[in-house]
């Protein structure tokens, strides 16, 4: 049933980069401390960097636990499910780190997204991450779902932002500089925009 892999590759890398949606779960190092599972989407926003690492863009929301969790420990499972095509599950565990908007290597990543235009999404990082695992299991009990098509919503909420209001607008929620657990999240102010 399962497999595990060394290298994110072939078959492997055609299934994750054909996904439209995958998710994400991070945890504190405490034991009572809350874990995070959080949806990604949006056409564009992941890359395989190389066969073992991979990226996604991180956009403006409501909180900032992954990041907050990746700043703490490191740790982070990444998931994709087959909703449509043979049954499949794939996961990829491993470590990762925010790359902000003022750190030198942002603008090399951010080169890595050249399908979707971050600006009117309220981009706050880059999240890098290491693979030490990949797993693939079967998806057996997955239903099938048909995708329709991408939501405008994010990019029609957030394009009105330029970077002083979307500072304003971080720093107003509760949990985004801080996570729920009070550990640190997204650094604020927010650095300036390169894109």
């Known amino acids: 049933m399962g497999k595990t892999y060394e290298r994110i590759t072939g078959r492997l890398r055609t299934f994750i980069e054909e996904q439209p949606l995958f998710f994400t779960a991070t945890a504190p190092l405490s034991g009572d401390g809350t874990v995070n599972l959080s949806p990604k989407g949006l056409k564009g926003s992941f890359a395989v960097l190389d066969d073992r690492t991979v990226a996604y863009l991180d956009f403006a929301g409501s909180n900032a636990e992954t990041v907050a969790h990746l700043r703490e420990n490191g740790r982070i499972t990444l998931m994709w499910c087959a ?79 330029d970077d002083a209001s979307l500072d304003a607008y971080f720093t107003k929620k509760e949990h985004i500089a801080t996570s729920l657990d009070g550990l640190p999240g997204l650094p604020l102010p927010l650095p300036p925009s390169t894109v």
């Open 83 to 161: 909703f449509q095509g043979p049954p499949t599950i794939v996961r990829v565990h491993g470590r990762g780190e925010p790359v902000f908007r003022d750190d030198p290597r942002f603008p090399e990543l951010l080169a890595r997204f050249p399908d979707i235009d971050p600006a009117p999404h309220g981009l706050r990082a880059v999240i890098v991450v290491h693979a030490e695992l990949v797993r693939d299991t079967c998806g057996y009990a997955i239903p099938y779902m048909a995708y329709e098509a991408e939501r405008d919503l994010h990019a029609r909420r957030f394009s009105r932002e």
